[in-house]
């Protein structure tokens, strides 16, 4: 289990290789139970519909790596950050290799001094 994230930055890199990981059980603590997703193709409300998805997109994309650039903060404070970036991804689809990218914004929440994602929104 990853340790907590000590700033929002730091959290968003914890989140980043977690994913990274392909493990569902490195991303689930970092999710907060009521989190909300938007993903090009859907939307997803509650820790385990949102791990479900993420596990989806690690069965069809192997050997992913995930990346996040250009990570702005709009907004943070010791309770809420919010943040959005540009991201990337590598891997293989169907045994050919594939890339794309796109846009996310982020909403963490610090739940008893541990940072959480609330809320994600990536699009292409």
Do not use: K
């Not at 993420?54 to 790596?65: K, L, M, N, P």
């Amino acid at each position: 289990m990853p340790e907590p994230a000590a700033s929002p930055t730091a959290f968003i890199r914890t989140y980043e290789q977690a994913t990274n990981s392909h493990d569902i059980t490195q991303l689930a603590p970092l999710i907060a139970p009521d989190a909300v997703y938007w993903f090009t193709d859907g939307s997803h409300r509650g820790r385990d519909a949102v791990l479900t998805a993420i596990g989806g997109t690690f069965a069809t994309i192997r050997d992913e790596v995930y990346r996040i650039d250009e990570l702005e903060w709009i907004t943070a404070d010791s309770n809420y950050a919010v943040c959005r970036h540009r991201f990337t991804w590598t891997g293989t689809v169907d045994g050919q290799p594939r890339s794309g990218g796109g846009r996310g914004t982020n909403v963490l929440v610090n739940n008893e001094g541990a940072w959480h994602m609330l809320h994600e929104h990536l699009s292409t």
